[in-house]
Structures are given as C-alpha cells and as structure tokens.
C-alpha cells in the first residue's frame, strides 16, 4: 500500500534486532524472522526497483545491508549507531578538551560492505531526543537553548551530517532548533520557522550541496573520503570527499571544534590554484548572534602537507566548517 497507492521512495522497518533476535543481548536467532525480512525486501526489489528499504537494527551488522542471494537481509542502508553517538559527544561536551576527535574521524569513515550509502548518518533520532534525552541545543545549554553556544554547536553537528559519507537524516524540527525533548502529545513550534530562518537558510545550504545543485559539490555525493588532517591541540578535523575527483567534484571540509577562531591555519590541498568557500557556517547571515568571521577563497601553494602536494592558508570561526571546492 505504502508503496503502489502512496509512491513513497522508501521504507524504513524499526527495530529489525527484535525481529530477527531475541533475549535480553539479541543472541538467539529468529530463523523466520530473518527469512520474513529477506521476502519483504526481494519482493520490493522485484515490484518497487529502485526503492529504499531501510533497517533500522543499531547492531551494526553487514548481513542487513548484503543481497539476499549473498545470504544477507537485502536493505538498501541501516542507521548507523557508529556515526550519531560520537557526533553529539563532540558538540555536546562541556569543555574543548573533551571533543574526541578522533571518534569523529571514525564515526565519518565507518561503512558497511565497504558502501559509504549503506548507511543513514544522523545527529538526531526518536531514540536520542526522547525518554529523558534532549535534543542537541538544550543538552548543549539548558539554559540557553537557543543561544550562542546551543546555535553554533548544533549547526556545527548538522554540517557533518551533511559532508560526511552515508544517507544524511534530519529528525524534525531540528533544523529551526527545536528544544527539549522529543514527546508525540507536543507539537513541533511551527513559530521558529520564523524566529530562525537564518538557521534553516543554514540548512538549505548545507542540502543543496550535498545535492550538488550547482554542479560544484559532485564529491559530496561520491563514495570516497579521506581525513587528512586531525589536530588535538586546537581542535581541527579536515577531510576530502570525491567522486570521480577534479574541479566541480574535489571537496574538503574543515571543521574547527574550538570555542576561538583560528587564523593562518595551514591545511593540506589535493590540488594546484584557486579554492572557492562554498559555506561558512559562520556567515551572519544564518544568525545574528554568529560573527560572520571572514574566511574566504584561497589560493593553493606547492608545498608538501597533510600527504598533498599543495597547502594553503585559512581563516575560520569559532565552532564553524568551512566547504571549499575548486
């Protein structure tokens, strides 16, 4: 039904553990259940070509996202726990010292079957804002949900979202910061659409390139990445993404997780000329309250860094992500 008489593009199945397993660990096997999800997913492949069927299991497995001919349970991606839990600690830590970026490489460079989209990569769900968890900006600041800190440390966690490899998922109204905790008997505060646009125009922005609506973002939708550049002490993570690579389709992230600017900050370049600042987390544009520090173009100069033969130099906000592309 969902399918032929609604024409939805997919189909995501809860808590798929519990129908394949049971016990208090998932350690006993439910032989039909495995076999009623292979069934369900052949024949959405065989009518539905080209739908999304989605297991939402948390117990990181392969199996869920191999063929059904190879033995495994034929969907088209799972949620991957790996991504969401590392993400929020980073924004969500009181102190910059406590951001272990280090889990953030691994929450972007984690796959399954070696697939970058056999994955959905998230920052919220039901399960993490709800039943006593609170949404990102008001576990951020309890006090001040929507303030500074609640703003830039809760966009700073969509952007990854948005560059890293997988299936991007937003949980609603997170896009125009919506507080407390998930209940099914509130409703969403439609009213912040209004109070902060300049965050969802955040959002747009970040959609559109991921997208590459303007034909300058191509390795955002690609399947490889590489981080090349983690520095611990001020707090810095840089990564590349590409496709098929060159102009148009090269794309490095940089990401400070630091609560000061940086400047003249060196990073690694895999090619040669100009790099256009596709967004800037930081632009006043998306809040008031943001700075607007000026980064801007760079221009890449020979001279080995990062394992890349060029290097430049930039300027970034605090709790900011730079997008660059040539």
Same mark, same amino acid.
């Given at each position: 039904?969902?399918?032929?008489?609604?024409?939805?593009?997919?189909?995501?199945?809860?808590?798929?553990?519990?129908?394949?397993?049971?016990?208090?660990?998932?350690?006993?096997? =439910?032989?039909?259940?495995?076999?009623?999800?292979?069934?369900?997913?052949?024949? @959405?492949?065989?009518?539905?070509?080209?739908?999304?069927? =989605?297991?939402?299991?948390?117990?990181?497995?392969?199996?869920?996202?191999?063929?059904?001919?190879?033995?495994?349970?034929?969907?088209?991606? +799972?949620?991957?726990?790996?991504? @969401?839990?590392?993400?929020? +600690?980073?924004?969500?830590?009181?102190?910059?010292?406590?951001?272990?970026?280090?889990?953030?490489?691994?929450?972007?460079?984690?796959?399954?079957?070696?697939?970058?989209?056999?994955?959905? =990569?998230?920052?919220?769900?039901?399960?993490?804002?709800?039943?006593?968890?609170?949404?990102?900006? *008001?576990?951020?600041?309890?006090?001040?949900?929507?303030?500074?800190?609640? +703003?830039?440390?809760?966009?700073?966690?969509?952007?990854?979202?948005?560059?890293?490899?997988? =299936?991007?998922?937003?949980?609603?109204?997170?896009?125009?910061?919506?507080?407390?905790?998930?209940?099914?008997?509130?409703?969403?505060?439609?009213?912040?659409? +209004?109070?902060?646009?300049?965050?969802?125009?955040?959002?747009?922005?970040?959609?559109?390139?991921?997208?590459?609506?303007?034909?300058?973002?191509?390795?955002?939708?690609? *399947?490889?990445?590489?981080?090349?550049?983690?520095?611990?002490?001020?707090?810095?993570?840089?990564?590349?993404?590409?496709?098929?690579?060159?102009?148009?389709?090269?794309?490095?992230?940089?990401?400070?997780?630091?609560?000061?600017?940086?400047?003249?900050?060196?990073?690694?370049?895999?090619?040669?000329?100009?790099?256009?600042?596709?967004?800037?987390?930081?632009?006043?544009?998306?809040?008031?309250?943001?700075?607007?520090? *000026?980064?801007?173009?760079?221009?890449?100069?020979?001279?080995?860094?990062?394992?890349?033969?060029?290097?430049?130099?930039?300027?970034?906000?605090?709790?900011?992500?730079?997008?660059?592309?040539?």
């Amino acid at each position: 039904m969902w399918l032929d008489e609604y024409h939805l593009d997919g189909l995501r199945f809860d808590s798929t553990g519990y129908i394949r397993n049971i016990g208090e660990n998932g350690t006993q096997e =439910i032989p039909d259940g495995w076999s009623m999800l292979q069934a369900i997913n052949e024949s @959405v492949a065989r009518h539905h070509p080209g739908r999304l069927t =989605i297991a939402e299991d948390l117990r990181s497995n392969d199996w869920l996202t191999k063929d059904v001919g190879a033995g495994g349970a034929g969907f088209g991606s +799972q949620w991957d726990p790996h991504f @969401v839990q590392p993400i929020r +600690q980073a924004v969500i830590a009181s102190h910059d010292e406590d951001r272990a970026l280090d889990r953030v490489r691994d929450a972007i460079l984690y796959r399954y079957n070696d697939d970058a989209f056999e994955r959905v =990569i998230y920052s919220e769900s039901h399960d993490d804002v709800a039943n006593g968890q609170s949404r990102i900006p *008001q576990d951020v600041n309890p006090g001040d949900p929507t303030g500074w800190h609640a +703003q830039k440390r809760s966009t700073l966690a969509a952007a990854m979202v948005f560059t890293a490899p997988g =299936i991007p998922m937003l949980f609603q109204g997170q896009e125009f910061l919506e507080g407390g905790w998930f209940r099914d008997t509130v409703p969403v505060d439609w009213d912040q659409r +209004q109070e902060f646009r300049g965050i969802m125009r955040l959002y747009r922005d970040l959609i559109r390139l991921r997208l590459d609506r303007e034909s300058v973002s191509r390795g955002l939708c690609g *399947q490889f990445t590489q981080v090349f550049h983690l520095d611990t002490q001020r707090n810095v993570l840089a990564f590349h993404r590409w496709d098929r690579g060159g102009p148009g389709d090269d794309v490095v992230v940089i990401a400070n997780f630091f609560h000061e600017s940086q400047e003249d900050y060196t990073v690694g370049l895999p090619a040669a000329h100009g790099w256009k600042l596709r967004f800037n987390s930081d632009w006043h544009g998306y809040s008031e309250s943001f700075d607007g520090y *000026q980064s801007g173009d760079v221009e890449a100069v020979p001279g080995e860094w990062d394992g890349f033969p060029y290097n430049a130099s930039f300027r970034m906000g605090p709790y900011s992500v730079l997008i660059y592309s040539q």
